[in-house]
């Protein structure tokens, strides 16, 4: 397979083009007809010459995601498939809320994490996204609803710090102000815990926002969510939270997904204040939703209530997140490789 032009930021981009004996400003050119321009063929950058769009295609791919399915939400939320090119699919969701468009991105085909209450995890791992591919979907959806969009959250299918490189890798060409010029603030990555990466990421000091998957301030119970913990439990979790924060300045968001009679009472209430008092971060309520076979289900509206108000009064700033595309399966936790595996046997993209 040819290489994926999108996979090079500016500078790699550079070499490879003095390489095929270019002057370095085309580079330039042709990263601004990939990622501003979002063309679809080499044809498209005019001001190249014929030579040089052909020495392009001859070593290079744009690598043009296919939709294999798109679903909308009755909340406007919708949910992409796409097909990577290998076999393998993958999906995105778009969010609209009144400051812009949110995009919702997968890093992994599949999951390690094993997460007990996440549909990701249903399905083996197969392979890391490169950063290219990354980008790709929020190019793809904007090809597609001819929108802009202004926030990337890694909370899609995968464990970005699991691929920690192509994910740093995708948020340098996210950030360069040349192509999409998304500012790293516009940026969420969130984490299972995957502590030695918390670590890189503190000191590599970028400004996107850090989120980890919490879950319960119990080790006994959150053991129980998520096997990550039986590695890096919290007490190791929190340290390394702290050292991002102390060399970030940046408050953390600890997500809480909350599960009927398993971590919703008042005392697990209680145990989170304890853990979090005094630190910089702010704390996501989902309703958990509920997965096929899962043996968690949605706290009660007043539960959750309760222990928002709770986590408040403690003077820990709390809310609840808004659910949406829950009733096409785009929500927290609800990305799959079900349909991933259908597509295999799918004849042709939409
Ligand atoms: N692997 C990363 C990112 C993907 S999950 C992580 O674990 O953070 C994105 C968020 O959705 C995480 O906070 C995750 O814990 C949460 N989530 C997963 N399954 C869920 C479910 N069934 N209901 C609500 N939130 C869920």
Known sequence: MKKNIKDYNLDDLKKLIIELGEKPYRAEQIFKWIFVDNVVSFDDMTNLSLELRQKLKDNFDLHIFNILQKQESKDGTKKYLFDVLDGNAIESVLMEYKHGFTICVSSQIGCKMGCKFCASTGVKFSRNLSAGEIVEQLLAIERD???????????????????????????????????????????SISTSGLVPKIYELADKNIQCTLSISLHSANNEKRSQMMPINNIYNIEELMKACRYYIEKTNKRISFEYALAKENNDNLSDAKELVKLLKGMLCHVNLI????IENGKYNKSTNE?????RNYLNEKGIVATIRRELGSDIDAACGQLRKKEVDRCKYMQKPI
């Not at 926030?151 to 994910?167: A, C, S, T, W």
């Not at 309703?287 to 509920?290: H, S």
């Not at 539960?303 to 222990?307: A, D, G, Q, S, V």
Request: no cysteine.
């Open 145 to 187: 609803e001819k929108i802009k969009i202004s926030n990337l959250v890694f909370m899609g299918i995968g464990e970005p710090l699991d691929n920690y490189e192509n994910v740093m890798k995708a948020i340098e060409i996210l950030n360069n102000q040349k192509g999409i010029n998304m500012g790293a603030r516009h940026i």
């Open 287 to 290: 309703p958990i939703n509920k």
């Open 303 to 307: 539960n959750i209530i309760k222990f």
